[in-house]
């Protein structure tokens, strides 16, 4: 059985959705990073890195959204949620690194800009630049959405890794979404998707477990 090692509401989200996509038994295990117990040594014993998302297989444990995404898409091919060679898997995971180390990355300093820089007047000019980089990544994403309904054209891993980072830009930074209407479309269009709306259930009882413990 899968295990899926996850934070409600964090990029591990994106994975927790690829499972209910590919119809698999699995578990979800909510870890609560406001808490620290990603740092705590049982979930460093399965991920030492000390984030999420990390599954665990019957292969063994992956970790890393672009990997873990991968290797679920190779799971149920039939699904045909990621390219299977040639240029077409090429260009998904020209998406997926795109969106791993430049969209998500535009995210850090402003989550944590004490982890980059040490001072309140230095975090506030880091933030405020990260901000400007963001945008412009957003950018980026709403232009390649442009005049489809998918980033590869059908439902694939990298609409379920966009999910998160149109809500985190909407919610947890004030962004105005509307002037990327081709990215505000898409995320709408994740929002009705089944796969999501179960997802979200079960991440917003993870997050009562984890409040309640
Ligand atoms: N490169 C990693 C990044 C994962 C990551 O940054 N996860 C965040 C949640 S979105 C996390 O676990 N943060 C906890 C921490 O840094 O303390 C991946 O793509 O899997």
Redesign the pocket.
């Known amino acids: 059985m899968i295990t899926l090692h996850y934070?409600p509401g964090?990029?591990?989200i994106a994975a927790h959705i690829i499972l209910e996509e590919i119809g698999r038994p699995f578990e979800a295990r909510p870890v609560s990073?406001r808490k620290g117990q990603?740092?705590e040594p049982g979930y460093l014993a399965i991920n030492p890195r000390?984030?999420?998302?990390a599954l665990t297989t019957a292969d063994g444990i992956v970790?890393?959204?672009?990997a873990i995404l991968t290797y679920l898409a190779d799971l149920a091919p039939e699904k045909g949620l990621l390219p299977r060679d040639g240029f077409a898997r090429a260009q998904a995971l020209s998406w997926l690194g795109f969106l791993?180390s430049e969209l998500?990355g535009s995210y850090g300093p402003l989550f944590a800009p004490q982890r980059f820089i040490d001072g309140d007047e230095v975090q506030a000019a880091l933030k405020e630049k990260a901000r400007t980089r963001l945008a412009g990544n957003l950018a980026d994403v709403d232009g390649r959405l442009a005049g489809r309904d998918w980033a590869l054209g059908e439902f694939s891993v990298v609409d379920a890794y966009l999910y998160p980072f149109f809500h985190w830009a909407k919610t947890y930074m004030g962004f105005d979404m509307a002037p990327y209407a081709n990215y505000s479309a898409h995320h709408a269009r994740m929002q009705a998707r089944a796969s999501v709306q179960r997802v979200l259930a079960r991440e917003e009882a993870g997050q009562a477990l984890l409040d309640a413990a």
Not at 63 to 66: K, M
């Open positions: 934070a964090a990029c591990s990073l990603q740092y000390g984030k999420v998302p970790t890393e959204n672009v791993t998500h």
